[in-house]
């Protein structure tokens, strides 16, 4: 029997699934070392999300009632849209983020030089970053949350296949014991249904495999705005 032949289901070793954030009874939010993507329009408070998850990580802050933080850590954010100065430092400040245990991978440097513009840069930092917590705390600590925020400004998804792709990113994820968090907008698109999975910007692949989809709803305020 080779690695490509079927396989018995009752051969097959069962996993429990872990998680980074989970309710108190025992339902999952975030999983712990796989991708997952959180997803809203324009006005959906994403960035609102992914500070408040950075800051559940590194801070010991509540992710919401009845909701438990099961493994903090370090935390990574991939920066393509925001000043970091102006901008992203000051919000996850905000949101209370301890931010010695953060650090944020500019798209660009100052000088407009590319610092980390594709999916294996993103993959070569974190796999560097994840060596240097370890190495600073005598593998007391671990890099366990990545934000890559946009996904789509890494690569050029409507060429990519995301099934080459998103597997790099899981076995890493099961390697370092981290969860890597891919930020999408929503848009709607003409020819396609007005469903999750065709508003995703690119490929509806993406939505395929990763196993868990955060989709944040508008508010009847963002709602009413957009109506012609």
Same mark, same amino acid.
């Given at each position: /029997? ?6 018995? &289901?009752?051969?097959? &070793? ?17 999983? =712990?070392?796989?991708?997952?993507? =959180?997803?809203? +329009? ?9 500070? #408040? /998850? ?16 099961? #493994? +903090?850590? #370090? &935390? ?17 400040? &905000? ?20 610092? *980390? ?6 993959? +070569?930092?974190?796999?560097?970053? *994840? ?10 600590? +671990?890099?366990? =949350?990545? /934000? ?50 065709? /508003? ?15 989709? =944040? ?12």
């Amino acid at each position: /029997m080779t690695d490509k032949s079927p396989l018995l &289901a009752s051969d097959i &070793a069962q996993l429990p699934q872990r998680w980074l954030i989970k309710h108190d009874d025992g339902r999952g939010i975030l999983p =712990l070392g796989a991708p997952v993507l =959180l997803t809203g +329009r324009t006005g959906a408070s994403k960035s609102l999300h992914r500070d #408040h /998850m950075i800051a559940c990580i590194t801070a010991a802050q509540d992710f919401a009632d009845d909701c438990e933080v099961v #493994h +903090r850590g #370090h &935390a990574m954010l991939f920066n393509s849209e925001q000043s970091i100065e102006r901008t992203a430092v000051p919000r996850v400040e &905000a949101a209370s983020a301890d931010l010695t245990r953060l650090v944020i991978v500019p798209f660009f440097d100052k000088q407009g030089n590319s610092v *980390c513009t594709t999916y294996d840069d993103v993959l +070569r930092e974190v796999r560097e970053h *994840c060596q240097r917590v370890k190495d600073a705390t005598n593998g007391k600590e +671990r890099v366990r =949350l990545v /934000m890559v925020d946009v996904l789509t400004d890494y690569g050029d998804v409507g060429a990519v296949n995301p099934r080459r792709v998103v597997p790099k990113f899981r076995t890493l994820a099961e390697q370092e014991d981290l969860t890597f968090v891919f930020v999408v907008h929503l848009r709607e698109k003409s020819g396609v249904a007005n469903t999750f999975a065709g /508003m995703v910007s690119g490929k509806s692949g993406w939505t395929q495999v990763c196993p868990t989809h955060l989709w =944040l709803r508008e508010g009847p305020q963002e709602q009413e705005a957009r109506r012609p």
